[in-house]
């Protein structure tokens, strides 16, 4: 019975399917394939299966969030052509700014702040607002002038980036060219300053910062400073630099330092060029390679960070952190100890424009942003210790978090 | 036999009228029926009148001629008497109709059903059925029962029946026709208005300025003797103040460009914006305002031939370096093509920081104000603006011009990467018209086609490119405190004499009659030297040149190979943006 039902169904096809319907048929695959040589068709919306649209970004594509469930704990912070975002382990996303062209959310480790910058032509402003993105308060403001210095034109604006909270939730990282114009009087040349270092201020008196790390002259300065988690006297940073034997070379190393040497040095350290500049600072990564972007595990005993592999890869390292050497900066044999973990970094990750990495307030995953189908996004990758082997790798795929396109150069904050 | 074969297909199409006359001919012949007179009368009447009118252009009427062939005009002809035709014996195909079985079968007039649609007309009326009409198509006709000869059924069918792979075959090159013509009305339509507006934009010469054109008698843009070609890079904020408060535009970049065609040398040089110079018939100016001088008298528009007319003349008369063609760009269009394209997406290698970033893009009215740049570094996207920025600051690394030029090609990367998707063909019309009022310039589009083809292939390495900065010139200030750039003649006229091959003709007449330092207050001289702006009358493009030029830059980049499709021409005007806007001729490595 069945067999006839078959004989009867090839027979209607044989119906259906007649030979001049094969010109159609040629027609239909010359029409579609020429579609696809136009790339007509297509849309700007997201397709990523299993996604729910939140927004559409300024490029005209639909930013949409992962809806597995429970993907990961806590909360994650980024921006959306610079509007502050947060969602949940229930991919629950919530847009907490809209207008402030904010950058570099960071949450206090109290839970009611959120520190981050906002924009402007010519400058930009340090201020903090609860988390629920009312209350915002101006910390430190970069707005100024330009004026005329004899044949100089200068300027009293500032820009201040890329705030990071202390432990105790009283203090805060973050970094300026405030003091730019301090290089007139103590070079005597008359070119600023522009390379952002790094300070600290008190909450409770943010108009006196103090220096904590400084940049050399002419490749940016220093950028990803945050206190080390267990070790309060302890930042690591990205440091921006020309070599010192050429001044043509790049050489982009993670610096650690212990906050405390330029307060009590008085003096002693100094910005400059990169063959004058002196400052406590300690290399952790070798200058052959360009690493950038540390970011401290929960408990402060590694660093994940990025290195440039080749042009657009970029990977994602783990290491662990050198004890014990910022209290003797600029000592031969302590400069070297401090490379050794280096050597044994784990690579976790490579792709094009890997990014940005945080880790998850557990220490069991890593939030990156990844570049895919020509947008950048939030994806998670769950991390594996070995206590044996102390090496560090990836358990299973990465998972996509956010689709459409978030803001790449904006860091996000993962907290509890 | 022969009638039964594959071959015994219908004649094509060009073997319908080998002896069709030209298309004035056609107006002359009345074809009998009403539906081939109508037929031909817009196939051709239709394309012969707008091509008359320049309306229409050549490339889209290339297909109607082959309509008779297929249309009802074709089995129409067929029952025509010889005397019929105008030109006196009938066209070849009747002759063979009359042979013995040149054609499947001949059918009477109401036999044969009527073409319902003109490309296939011809398997309709062999075969019958299609057509769903009762009085003109009778079912037995299928078979042939209905009316000739009676023949066996399956040599009958046999010998109506077309291949199916023929079938196949002509609809596909239907199809492709179909594409042709509708590529070529694409092109004509889509990009013709813009493309107009950007070439042969012809400025006439200011009084007493030699024109370097008239010795080369129409030689081609790359043989015959050299070539200076001055690239004019301005934005388009109005910031330059006119005596009358009126305000008009400057030109911050100043580059010529030299081509040896003989040796295939070529040299670039910058002219510092701030050069304190005379321009001819306004006393001392600095040169961007040379562009702005000349554009008040024709009425202060972003582009202005005013302003190209004063600044071409202010370097032939002040250096000899006679200029044979312009091209001006508007800093803008570089910007709205990265946002048409969605912007690029790079990986900043260091913190950018700049606090003299020229503040001459957007909304600033001040022409000399600055800006501050920080743009982070690690990979991000960058709309149209930002990019801009990252290309053009000059002050964000040790290394100068290299540095620079590193975050140039990684722009210029990024944008290569966004023009080889094949989404793009969808943007470019939009891409054209972005360049459309921001790209200006008195070569012909087959001209830039050559040239950018020409610099595309040359080792940028081995330009001769001479930037007049320090030794060349020094800073300073004027009384009233203005910054700007004093030319060092004796370092300049040996450069420019060697690089342009002037000889002693090299000059450097930097010294003005009427000094004038005054931004605001700039008044022309009495007897100004200048041709009268408002009075330069502007060639526009003949409108059939350029859709030939479309079509013949899109067939010719296509069959040049290499990794570039140069659709229409637009990514040579691209080239030309890039050119001037990176001041570097590593922009063309796209």
């Known amino acids: ?416 | 036999m022969a009638g039964n074969a594959p071959s015994a297909a219908p004649p094509s199409p060009s073997g319908q009228f080998p002896d069709t006359p030209a298309r004035g001919l056609l107006s002359g012949w009345n074809p009998p029926q009403e539906q081939a007179a109508s037929h031909l009368q817009h196939a051709n009447g239709s394309a012969l009148a707008e091509l008359a009118t320049n309306k229409q252009p050549a490339v889209q009427a290339q297909p109607a001629p082959i309509s008779p062939a297929h249309g009802p005009g074709w089995y129409q002809n067929l029952q025509q008497p010889a005397s019929s035709w105008p030109w006196g014996a009938p066209p070849r195909s009747q002759q063979q109709l009359s042979s013995p079985a040149p054609f499947p079968v001949q059918q009477s007039p109401a036999q044969r059903p009527p073409a319902p649609a003109a490309s296939l007309a011809p398997f309709y009326s062999s075969q019958g059925p299609a057509p769903q009409s009762s009085t003109a198509a009778p079912a037995g006709s299928r078979n042939g029962s209905a009316g000739g000869p009676p023949r066996g059924k399956k040599k009958q069918r046999k010998k109506r029946r077309f291949p199916m792979w023929a079938r196949v075959l002509v609809a596909v090159f239907g199809v492709i026709l179909l594409l042709v013509g509708g590529a070529a009305g694409y092109l004509y339509f889509t990009f013709s208005p813009s493309v107009n507006n950007i070439v042969g934009q012809q400025v006439q010469r200011a009084r007493g300025e030699e024109d370097p054109n008239a010795s080369r008698n129409g030689a081609d843009i790359l043989s015959g003797p050299r070539i200076n070609i001055l690239l004019l890079g301005s934005d388009t904020d109005e910031k330059f103040t006119n005596a009358d408060g009126s305000h008009s535009y400057l030109a911050q970049t100043d580059i010529v460009v030299t081509i040896d065609p003989a040796t295939k040398s070529v040299g670039m040089l910058s002219i510092p914006r701030d050069f304190y110079i005379n321009v001819p018939g306004y006393g001392m100016h600095k040169l961007d305002e040379a562009y702005a001088l000349g554009g008040v008298a024709s009425g202060n528009a972003d582009y202005s031939p005013g302003g190209v007319a004063l600044s071409r003349y202010t370097i032939e008369q002040d250096f000899g370096i006679p200029i044979n063609y312009y091209a001006w760009i508007g800093l803008t269009g570089f910007v709205q093509v990265i946002n048409t394209v969605g912007g690029v997406d790079v990986d900043v290698t260091h913190p950018i920081t700049d606090d003299n970033y020229p503040d001459d893009v957007g909304n600033s009215k001040d022409p000399y104000g600055y800006m501050r740049l920080y743009i982070p570094p690690g990979p991000q996207h960058l709309d149209g603006i930002t990019a801009l920025e990252y290309v053009r600051s000059r002050h964000a690394d040790l290394v100068g011009d290299f540095g620079r030029s590193a975050r140039q090609q990684q722009v210029l990367s990024a944008l290569k990467t966004k023009l080889n998707n094949p989404d793009i063909i969808g943007k470019l019309p939009t891409i054209a018209n972005d360049l459309n009022g921001y790209v200006k310039t008195d070569m012909q589009l087959s001209d830039v086609f050559k040239l950018m083809n020409f610099a595309r292939s040359i080792n940028p390495n081995s330009i001769n490119k001479v930037i007049l900065d320090a030794p060349y010139s020094s800073t300073g200030t004027l009384p009233g405190g203005e910054s700007v750039v004093f030319p060092n003649c004796a370092k300049i006229v040996p450069v420019i004499s060697k690089m342009f091959d002037l000889g002693s003709k090299a000059a450097c007449n930097i010294q003005g009659s009427t000094g004038n330092t005054s931004v605001a207050g700039v008044s022309p001289a009495s007897s100004p030297q200048v041709a009268p702006v408002a009075e330069i009358p502007q060639v526009s493009s003949d409108s059939l040149q350029t859709a030939s030029q479309l079509a013949s830059m899109s067939m010719m980049s296509l069959f040049a190979g290499g990794d570039q499709y140069d659709f229409s021409g637009i990514h040579s005007l691209l080239d030309l943006l890039l050119l001037t806007v990176f001041e570097a001729p590593q922009a063309l490595q796209v």
């Not at chain 1, 430190?140 to 500032?158: A, F, H, I, L, M």
């Not at chain 1, 008085?266 to 406590?280: C, E, K, W």
Request: contains cysteine.
């Open chain 1, 1 to 416: 019975m069945r067999k006839k039902q078959t004989s009867k169904n090839i027979s209607k096809l044989s119906l259906i399917w007649k030979p001049r319907n094969s010109s159609l048929l040629l027609l239909l695959l010359l029409a579609f394939g020429l579609q696809g040589c136009f790339g007509i068709g297509g849309s700007n919306t997201s397709n990523t299966p299993g996604t729910k649209p939140i927004t559409t970004n300024a490029n005209g594509q639909q930013v949409g969030v992962n809806q597995t469930q429970n993907l990961f704990k806590g909360k994650i912070y980024f921006t959306i052509d610079h509007n502050l975002w947060v969602i949940d382990p229930s991919n629950n996303a919530r847009e907490i700014t809209h207008g402030g062209n904010l950058y570099d959310p960071a949450i206090s480790p109290d839970g009611k702040w959120i520190a981050c910058i906002a924009r402007y032509k010519d400058y930009s402003n340090l201020i903090y607002l609860s988390t629920t993105g009312n209350s915002a308060h101006l910390l430190r403001s970069g707005n100024g002038k330009y004026y005329q210095d004899g044949p100089y034109v200068k300027s009293t604006y500032y820009w201040y980036a890329q705030p990071a909270w202390s432990a105790d939730s009283t203090h805060l990282l973050f970094l300026s060219d405030f003091e730019k114009e301090d290089w007139y009087a103590a070079t005597g040349e008359n070119a600023p300053l522009l390379d952002l270092q790094v300070f600290s201020i008190s909450l409770n008196n943010p108009s006196k910062p103090q220096d904590v790390a400084y940049a050399s002259f002419g490749d940016g300065g220093d950028r990803d400073p945050s206190y080390r988690p267990g070790h309060p006297n302890e930042i690591v940073y990205t440091h921006y630099a020309y070599d010192a034997a050429t001044q043509t070379q790049q050489v982009i190393q993670i610096f650690l330092e212990d906050v405390t040497q330029i307060a009590d040095h008085p003096g002693l350290y100094h910005p400059g060029s990169p063959s004058s500049a002196f400052d406590p600072g300690i290399a952790i990564t070798s200058p052959k390679d360009e690493d950038l972007q540390p970011a401290f595990s929960p408990d402060g005993n590694a660093i994940a960070f990025v290195k440039r592999e080749a042009s657009g890869t970029m990977g994602i390292y783990i290491m662990h952190v050198p004890e014990n050497v910022t209290a003797t900066p600029n000592d031969p044999k302590t400069e070297q100890e401090a490379l050794i973990p280096y050597k044994t970094a784990s690579h976790i990750l490579s792709g094009q424009y890997v990014s940005q990495p945080v880790w998850s307030p557990d220490g069991k995953q890593l939030a990156y942003i990844s570049y895919d189908n020509s947008t950048f996004d939030l994806w998670l990758a769950n991390i594996n210790y070995n206590a044996k082997t102390g090496a560090y790798s990836m358990q299973g795929s990465p998972v996509q978090l956010t689709s459409g396109g978030i803001d790449a150069d904006s860091r996000p904050f993962w907290t509890t």
